[in-house]
């Protein structure tokens, strides 16, 4: 079993910033590809970011691309999201996710996080 628990999440202004992060504990942190999702009300979740097991390789939605930054800290077993630029659009829920290769599909993710609202005011 692996336990995610996001953070990081909050009301911030259009234009602005936030990092989120994902605290894992239980089994190997460094096994596991991890993924950023969203979802907003009424709507289905969507993958926004994912990084590799090794850091070495991330995948990013085209709706984040160029304003938004994943990474993560093994000796921290946290995974972060860097969101800039922020739209109104951004708002949702944020789950972080843990699956055994990286990859966009939330069906492929093994563990999920609570995780934590991000409102973006206009």
């Known amino acids: 079993q692996v336990q995610l628990v996001e953070s990081g999440g909050g009301l911030v202004q259009a234009g602005g910033s936030l990092r989120l992060s994902c605290a894992a504990s239980?089994?190997?942190?460094?096994?596991?590809?991890m993924g950023w999702f969203r979802q907003a009300p009424g709507k289905e979740r969507e993958f926004v970011a994912g990084?590799?097991?090794?850091?070495?390789?991330?995948l990013y939605a085209d709706s984040v691309k160029g304003r938004s930054t994943i990474s993560r800290d093994a000796s921290k077993n946290t995974v972060y999201l860097h969101l800039n630029s922020l739209e109104p659009e951004d708002t949702a829920a944020y789950y972080c996710a843990a699956a055994a290769v990286l990859q966009r599909d939330s069906r492929m993710y093994d563990y999920w996080g609570q995780g934590t609202q991000v409102t973006v005011s206009s």
């Open positions: 990084i590799d097991y090794n850091g070495r390789r991330t």
């Open positions: 239980g089994r190997t942190f460094n096994n596991y590809a």
